[in-house]
């Protein structure tokens, strides 16, 4: 069974901090990695993906990926509280099948 | 920006009645799926097609129904609604390529059966 882990939280974090999400994956053969925003009661809409080892930047969202240590992370730069929300982590099946296997996700508050 | 439109967003039946959930999307993607979620629980993927006339069955068990006649139609079919199906679905389609396209979501379709 292939998985993906994430501290459930909640994570909380004071205005203009910076907030670290992490998420551990098992499929040693996945290329592909995606973060997911899910506000309470809305549906899931995507922040980055990165495909390649190393830090991915856009705005105030760094994605790092660890392929040897099967570990990507989200850091939130300069956190506001509209950052509150549950961020899901995606790792694409690296079987024929190809689809995103999920994390339970974990809840940020960004406290003002 | 992903154009993937579901309808209804909010339904309230009684059980045994029969409902389906329409999901549509303009961008030419290949690969759909169906999604189901309680408030504050993980995503469970239900149904997936790779395009008009595949269908499969998801990780997690359901006892609706999905068919893929035209590319950027995907409707999910309960056929004899419960209480225990009242849920979030959540639509979502891709590209296909080698490494896999990015996933984009619907704004869900909110059910309850009472």
């Known amino acids: 069974q292939k998985e993906v882990e994430q501290n459930s939280g909640p994570l909380s974090v004071p205005e203009g901090a910076i907030a670290s999400l992490n998420c551990t994956y098992s499929?040693?053969?996945?290329?592909?990695f995606f973060w997911y925003r899910q506000y309470s009661g809305k549906s899931p809409e995507l922040i980055m993906s990165?495909?390649?080892?190393g830090d991915k930047e856009d705005g105030r969202f760094t994605a790092q990926l660890n392929k040897a240590s099967q570990y990507v992370s989200l850091l939130i730069r300069d956190s506001q509280p509209s950052d509150s929300a549950t961020y899901l982590c995606?790792?694409?099946?690296?079987?024929?099948?190809?689809?995103?296997?999920f994390g339970k996700g974990t809840k940020l508050s960004v406290k003002p | 920006e992903a154009d993937i439109y579901q309808t209804p967003r909010y339904l309230v039946i009684g059980t045994g009645k029969k409902i389906t959930l329409e999901c549509s999307q303009t961008m030419g993607h290949d690969k759909m799926y169906w999604y189901q979620q309680d408030p504050g629980m993980e995503l469970h993927l239900i149904h997936y097609s790779y395009g008009v006339n595949s269908t499969e069955k998801g990780d997690l068990s359901s006892e609706s129904t999905v068919s893929r006649i035209r590319t950027e139609h995907f409707p999910l079919t309960l056929e004899s609604a419960r209480p225990s199906h009242t849920s979030q679905y959540l639509c979502?389609?891709?590209?296909?390529?080698?490494?896999?396209?990015?996933?984009?979501f619907g704004e869900g379709s909110w059910l309850t059966v009472v």
């Open positions: 995606a790792v694409r099946d690296g079987g024929s099948q190809g689809n995103l296997i």
């Open positions: 499929d040693r053969v996945s290329q592909s």
């Open positions: 979502a389609s891709s590209e296909w390529t080698a490494i896999g396209g990015t996933i984009y």
């Open positions: 990165i495909y390649s080892n």
